[in-house]
C-alpha cells in the first residue's frame, strides 16, 4: 500500500470534531456520488460521543455539509455478544449517543445490529456467519466479492493498540479469508465477541481512528515510532492501507511522538 497514514492533532475536542465532521460528510458526499448509499463501520468506546459530537453540529446549510442519514447503513466494527439493550453494546451505545438524537429532518440511518437470538449461544461462531450474511446481502447482492468494500471504517485504539475486537498477539490478526470472525476470549470483558477481520478493516476506502487522551500517548509513541510497535493491530491497519488511513487525535494524545502531524484536513 502506497503511502503513510495521515496524523492529525487538534487543540480542543470541539476542533478535532469539527475536522472529522468535515472527514466523514466527504467520505459520505463521494460515496453517495458513487453508488447512492454510504456504507460504514464504526466502533465502541468513546468514538460514538466523539462521532454524536461531530455530525449533531449545526450545518453551515450547504448540501455539502449536512449528514443525509437516511442514505447510511451503519454496520458495527465489532460487537458483544450480549443483547441489544445490555450496557456493554455497541449498538446500544451508539443508539444513545448518536441515533436516538439525529433530528427527524435529517432522516434515520439503516443499523445493522448482531442477531440479538444467539448473545447466550457458547460460541460466538453462530453471531459472526449471520453477520457476515448481512454483509453479503449489502455488499454482495449482485456480483460475488472476495471482501466487502466499506466507505469508511471508523476506530479507536485501546491502550494496548488493540483495534475492533482484534487484540495483539492474536491468531485472528492472520485471518486472511473470513470477513468476520468470532472470540471467545477477549482479553477485555465481555469475552465474546464478533470482529471485522483485518483485510475487511484495510480494504475500506477510507479509514479514521479517533484517539484522545494523555492515556493513549505511550501506545501512540509505539504505534508511530517505535520498531516493536508495528506488530500491534492498530499499526497493521496503518501497513495495511496506508495513506487510507487517517488519525484523529489531541495534542496530549501524540505529546512526544516523532512522526510528522498536522493541524487541519
Known sequence: MAGHPNLFSFPTSDALAAQLRGYVLRCQNSALARHGTFRLAVSGGSLPTVLAKALLAPSNGSPEDTPQFSKWHIFFADERAVPLDHEDSNYRLLNDELVNKIPAELGAPIVHPIDEKHVDDDDPQELADLYREDLMREFAAKDSVKVPIFDLILLGCGPDGHTCSLFPGHALLREKD????????????????????????????????????????????????????????????????????????????????????????
Do not use: C, M, Y
Open 178 to 265: 473470513a470477513w468476520v470472525a468470532a472470540e471467545t476470549n477477549s482479553p477485555k470483558p465481555p469475552p465474546k465477541r464478533i470482529t471485522l477481520t483485518l483485510p475487511v478493516v484495510t480494504h475500506a476506502i477510507s479509514i479514521a481512528f479517533v484517539a484522545t487522551g494523555a492515556g493513549k500517548k505511550d501506545i501512540l509513541k509505539q504505534i508511530f515510532d517505535q520498531e516493536e510497535g508495528a506488530s500491534l493491530p492498530s499499526a497493521l491497519v496503518n501497513q495495511g492501507a496506508g495513506d487510507k488511513v487517517t488519525w484523529f487525535t489531541d495534542h496530549p494524545a501524540v505529546d512526544g511522538i516523532a512522526f510528522p502531524r498536522r493541524g487541519s484536513l
